[in-house]
């Protein structure tokens, strides 16, 4: 047993490791605490606005696709760890300063959008800057367990700090627990500033690094459009359960809200399983992996959808939740892993552009197809759409291999048969 769990945790022997897991573990958790306290103030000032929700909603995610390729490029020309004290300091001057309007009783709508903006438009930096900054910390050998790791804390974050908040707000209200938040992200710079730079696996630098370069990189790499092809059509489709959870449980099975917590709950729990499991992984994982977690995904998804009835929907929702975070973190680290090293905020700028720029388009368009044909829909045409939207990329790369390999180009210097160079791109084992 003990062996066993040394290995799980086996990237948490890295000194600077542990330092950024633990600054990240506050920082998510106080991150889940302040969207429940921010909703909750939005609700309170507008009468139960859900157009000023959405408003903000949105205020906070546009300047992720707007300017999260300009991010990835940021981490790839400067310093990854004073990016990250620098992003964590703005954003937690940020929520201080709401914190003491919301406290003073001077708080506005208006000081919600502002800060919102304000967010939005650090994380753009702060996510493909983090992202890469893991294979910094613990090298290329450790990255999948580090990164099953923090999927672990995150999923954990994400069922105690709403639960944590909700107690704090009917206590001592709203201000105190952005309050809160603003000092988790204090500790991330603490742990950031005491950790050792000899220690960090640092890549050379581009002092010129573009935007466009990492995008050329990317189309020059079949081995990573293929997942990110798949990361989009799921994104869109698939990825929507704060849609269709809340659906499923008040229209389908008529369940109050604690009954609706336990449908979520499952959901959750299954997603933490998959982190751990994640946490075995030793190398880059192959493309088999890749899509057969994704096509498990879309069989799970469509099975919950028919599920009939509720104790049947606990348990397929638990095993989608598990495919959705195994396929997440698989794609995550073959995407990661495969990029050259003096690329990967750049092509991780792009991951995330994808992963989360699909996510409210997709609600849109589930949230449209569930008021005309219920809520079970949701569910089936995204399990459905992602099937055949993994089939349909894993068809179209067939086909490109076919013809390439029909008409081989000339090959120069370390070039691979698929046009890989591999004396820049980093080798893991499949």
């Known amino acids: 047993m003990l062996g066993v769990l040394g290995t799980a945790f086996r990237s948490l022997s890295v000194r600077n490791f542990r330092l ?18 921010q909703d909750w103030l939005v609700l309170s000032l507008t009468g139960d606005s859900g157009t000023a ?78 992202m890469s900054f893991v294979s910094e910390l613990v090298g290329a050998d ?32 709203t201000g105190a627990v952005m309050a809160l938040n ?15 730079p000899g220690e960090l696996r640092r890549v050379t630098r581009d002092g010129r690094a573009r935007a466009t370069d990492g995008l050329r990189h990317l189309a020059s790499r079949p081995d990573l459009v293929v997942p990110l092809a798949m990361v989009l059509f799921i994104g869109l489709f698939g990825l929507n359960f ?20 336990l449908l979520t709950t499952a959901f959750a729990a299954g997603s933490l399983l998959a982190a751990l499991a994640g946490t075995a992984r030793r190398g880059r994982p192959s493309g088999r992996t890749v899509t057969g977690a994704a096509l498990a995904f879309g069989a ?4 919950a959808g028919w599920a009939p009835t509720y104790a049947a929907a606990i348990v397929l929702l638990a095993g989608t939740g598990f495919a959705s975070i195994y396929f997440a973190q698989a794609a995550n680290h073959r995407i990661q892993l495969g990029s050259d090293p003096q690329y990967r905020g750049r092509v991780l700028a ?9 996510t409210p388009l997709g609600a849109l368009l589930i949230g ?5 044909l219920g809520a079970r829909s949701g569910l089936y045409v995204g399990g459905l759409v992602s099937v055949v939207a993994t089939l349909g990329v894993l068809l179209v790369d067939r086909i490109r291999t076919h013809l390439r390999t029909a008409q081989p180009a000339p090959r120069h210097g370390n070039d691979t048969p698929d046009g890989r160079d591999t004396s820049r791109s980093l080798h893991v084992p499949e």
């Open 20 to 37: 950024f897991a633990f600054g990240q573990v506050l920082s998510v958790s106080g991150t889940w605490m302040m969207v429940v306290a």
């Open 53 to 130: 929700l959405g408003a903000v909603t949105a205020v906070q995610f546009a300047p992720m696709l707007l300017l999260t390729l300009y991010g990835g490029r940021i981490a790839d020309r400067y310093d990854k760890r004073r990016s990250l004290m620098a992003c964590n300091l703005v954003s937690g001057v940020c929520a201080l300063g709401l914190a003491v309007l919301d406290l003073g009783g001077a708080v506005r709508l208006w000081h919600v959008f502002l800060f919102a903006l304000c967010l939005g438009t650090v994380n753009a930096v702060e996510v493909p800057t983090r």
């Open 142 to 173: 450790l990255l999948p367990n580090a990164s099953a790791l923090s999927a672990a804390y995150f999923n954990v974050a994400r069922v105690l700090g709403p639960a944590l908040a909700g107690l704090l707000i009917a206590g001592f209200g």
């Open 182 to 196: 603003a000092g988790s992200y204090l500790a991330v710079v603490v742990g950031l500033r005491m950790m050792r």
């Open 242 to 261: 704060q849609l269709t959870l809340p659906l499923l449980a008040k229209t389908v099975f008529h369940a109050d809200a604690t009954s609706f917590g």
């Open 300 to 303: 799970l998804e469509t099975a």
């Open 350 to 358: 792009v991951y995330t552009l994808i992963l989360q720029g699909s």
């Open 368 to 372: 449209w197809l569930t008021v005309h």
